[in-house]
């Protein structure tokens, strides 16, 4: 029998942990339960769900007619809500969401704890994603982050999980990579960063082969549906249009010097206070083009990187600046319109009056009504939102601690929280709703940046595998 005087001696880096009454989970366990209280208390506060007008509706729609999307992202989530559409109900959806967002919890935990990271440890890294009240709000909406982010994390869990069987692990993190990018197309460049990173550790054919083949299947099909839709060979149809919105805070034609057709759509009519303003403007030139936006997609690609490749640090400034939002501690307002966030409110809103989006909503859930709160749990929720906030000083915190780590197994977690981070304002503009995915993964870099440093100055560091980075 051990001496319980005498400390035992330490466990080897990179061992499991040895077995204890609920296999040493029981403190995640509380934290799980009283984060399911949480979703619980979200959908008695506010019924039925929060629906936006118009990517709720236009997703809804979707559901019920699948057909590919001409706009900004593709149909992946709309291929949720017709899995779900048997159920004829909103909040079954978010009820569905809410579970995806304790899930995704749950990844994040399970990975650290399979890296040796104590109970704690990895707790700890997984309550951002279970409390922030602004996940909360994320997972109650009829809007495709819940979705998008379980996939990205769920990638990132399986590439990280063990060293072999690697093809396997592979194959499956870039079938979830390639439905990541069916529900946001900015996980396309992440699914290429993904494959870069493992080219450069050396992974081996086969891992890589497993992962670009299974990851690009889901794209591929996708894209050529809507080939035959639209006679294009694409995701979605509105990148053009985006990018173009995002040259608009710097073009200067006089700089740029556009061929005709592309003079159109220089800056013109009133000036917005931020890029993605410039796409719904009704004296914008994207709307004001011959046919409008659908019809100057191309053109306005074209433009946009004209304009990039004339003023290359003006764009840089722009993006540099608006990233730099996220950083804020109170919730910066981009576009000034909106309140970002804090978004448990008391009272209703009322659908739209607009006969479209009156009958996507009756066609998936005729009972569904006008958003409203309740009491006493939405008193609740507005008072809990306000701490239970993860403030941009800690976000930027957390994002330093884990490039402490990029040169160990933090580097592919980072990578991505980065890239989630950079790319969204890079191709359109800032928005709350695109940092939140930065989170998860962000947490496991930085759990494995401090475990990295601690244990390496007591331990041997673990062999190099080939999917976790040494």
């Given at each position: 029998?051990?001496?319980?005087?005498?400390?035992?001696?330490?466990?080897?880096?990179?061992?499991?942990?040895?077995r204890?009454?609920?296999?040493?989970?029981?403190?995640?366990?509380?934290?799980l339960a009283?984060?399911a209280?949480?979703?619980?208390?979200?959908?008695?506060?506010?019924?039925?769900?929060?629906?936006?007008?118009?990517?709720?509706?236009?997703?809804?729609?979707?559901?019920?007619?699948?057909?590919?999307?001409?706009?900004?992202?593709?149909?992946?989530?709309?291929?949720?809500?017709?899995?779900?559409?048997?159920?004829?109900?909103?909040?079954?959806?978010?009820a569905?969401?809410?579970?995806?967002g304790?899930?995704?919890?749950?990844?994040?935990?399970?990975?650290?704890?399979?890296?040796?990271?104590?109970?704690?440890?990895?707790?700890?890294?997984a309550?951002?994603?279970?409390?922030?009240?602004?996940?909360?709000?994320?997972?109650?909406?009829?809007?495709?982050?819940?979705?998008?982010?379980?996939?990205?994390?769920?990638?990132?869990?399986?590439?990280?999980?063990?060293?072999?069987?690697?093809?396997?692990?592979?194959?499956?993190?870039?079938?979830l990579?390639?439905?990541?990018?069916?529900?946001?197309?900015?996980?396309?460049?992440?699914?290429?960063?993904?494959l870069?990173?493992?080219?450069?550790?050396?992974?081996?054919r086969r891992p890589?082969?497993?992962?670009?083949?299974?990851?690009?299947?889901?794209?591929?099909?996708?894209?050529?549906?809507?080939?035959?839709?639209?006679?294009?060979?694409?995701?979605?149809?509105?990148?053009?249009?985006?990018?173009?919105?995002?040259?608009?805070?710097?073009?200067?034609?006089?700089?740029?010097l556009?061929?005709?057709?592309?003079?159109?759509?220089c800056?013109?009519?009133?000036?917005?206070?931020?890029?993605?303003?410039?796409?719904?403007?009704a004296?914008?030139?994207?709307?004001?083009?011959?046919?409008?936006?659908?019809?100057?997609?191309?053109?306005a690609?074209s433009?946009?990187?004209?304009?990039?490749?004339?003023?290359?640090?003006?764009?840089?400034?722009?993006?540099?600046?608006?990233?730099?939002?996220?950083?804020?501690?109170?919730?910066?307002?981009?576009?000034?319109?909106?309140?970002?966030?804090f978004?448990?409110?008391?009272?209703?809103?009322?659908?739209p009056?607009?006969?479209?989006?009156?009958?996507?909503?009756?066609?998936?859930?005729?009972?569904?009504?006008?958003?409203?709160?309740?009491?006493p749990?939405?008193?609740?929720?507005?008072?809990?939102?306000?701490?239970?906030?993860?403030?941009?000083?800690?976000?930027?915190?957390?994002?330093?601690?884990?490039?402490?780590g990029?040169?160990?197994?933090?580097?592919?977690?980072?990578?991505?929280?980065?890239?989630?981070?950079v790319?969204?304002?890079?191709?359109?503009?800032?928005?709350?709703?695109?940092?939140?995915?930065?989170?998860?993964?962000?947490?496991?870099?930085?759990?494995?940046?401090v475990?990295?440093?601690?244990?390496?100055?007591?331990?041997?560091?673990?062999?190099?595998?080939?999917?976790?980075?040494?």
């Amino acid at each position: 029998m051990t001496n319980l005087l005498i400390p035992a001696p330490p466990r080897p880096y990179g061992t499991s942990a040895p077995r204890r009454p609920l296999g040493g989970h029981g403190a995640f366990a509380v934290l799980l339960a009283l984060a399911a209280g949480l979703r619980i208390t979200t959908m008695l506060g506010y019924r039925p769900a929060r629906i936006y007008y118009g990517d709720s509706f236009a997703y809804l729609s979707l559901a019920a007619h699948p057909r590919p999307s001409w706009g900004f992202q593709p149909s992946g989530y709309p291929f949720l809500l017709a899995l779900l559409r048997p159920f004829h109900s909103v909040t079954f959806v978010v009820a569905t969401q809410h579970a995806l967002g304790l899930a995704t919890g749950m990844l994040v935990y399970a990975v650290l704890r399979r890296h040796s990271l104590p109970a704690w440890g990895a707790a700890a890294a997984a309550v951002p994603q279970l409390f922030d009240a602004s996940f909360l709000q994320l997972e109650h909406a009829v809007l495709s982050d819940a979705l998008f982010i379980f996939l990205v994390v769920a990638a990132i869990t399986v590439l990280m999980w063990s060293p072999g069987p690697a093809t396997r692990a592979g194959a499956v993190a870039g079938a979830l990579l390639g439905l990541a990018a069916l529900t946001r197309t900015i996980a396309l460049p992440l699914f290429l960063l993904v494959l870069a990173h493992l080219v450069v550790r050396r992974t081996g054919r086969r891992p890589v082969l497993a992962t670009a083949v299974v990851g690009a299947l889901p794209i591929v099909l996708y894209a050529s549906w809507y080939a035959s839709v639209y006679g294009r060979f694409t995701l979605a149809g509105g990148d053009g249009v985006a990018l173009w919105a995002r040259t608009m805070t710097f073009a200067n034609c006089r700089v740029i010097l556009p061929p005709e057709r592309e003079a159109r759509l220089c800056p013109a009519g009133t000036r917005q206070d931020a890029a993605g303003e410039y796409v719904w403007a009704a004296d914008s030139p994207i709307n004001r083009f011959p046919g409008g936006p659908a019809a100057a997609n191309d053109v306005a690609r074209s433009f946009a990187l004209r304009a990039i490749a004339a003023q290359p640090l003006d764009y840089a400034a722009d993006v540099a600046g608006d990233v730099s939002l996220a950083f804020h501690w109170t919730p910066a307002r981009h576009p000034k319109r909106v309140t970002p966030a804090f978004g448990f409110a008391k009272g209703r809103v009322p659908l739209p009056d607009v006969p479209e989006a009156r009958r996507a909503l009756a066609s998936y859930d005729p009972g569904a009504g006008d958003y409203r709160s309740v009491e006493p749990y939405a008193g609740f929720l507005r008072v809990y939102q306000y701490p239970a906030y993860l403030r941009g000083p800690v976000l930027a915190a957390i994002l330093a601690v884990g490039a402490l780590g990029v040169r160990r197994r933090a580097r592919l977690p980072w990578i991505a929280a980065a890239a989630l981070l950079v790319l969204p304002v890079a191709v359109l503009d800032f928005d709350h709703r695109y940092v939140l995915p930065v989170v998860p993964v962000a947490c496991i870099a930085a759990a494995l940046a401090v475990a990295d440093l601690w244990m390496g100055r007591r331990h041997p560091l673990p062999p190099r595998s080939p999917l976790i980075g040494d």
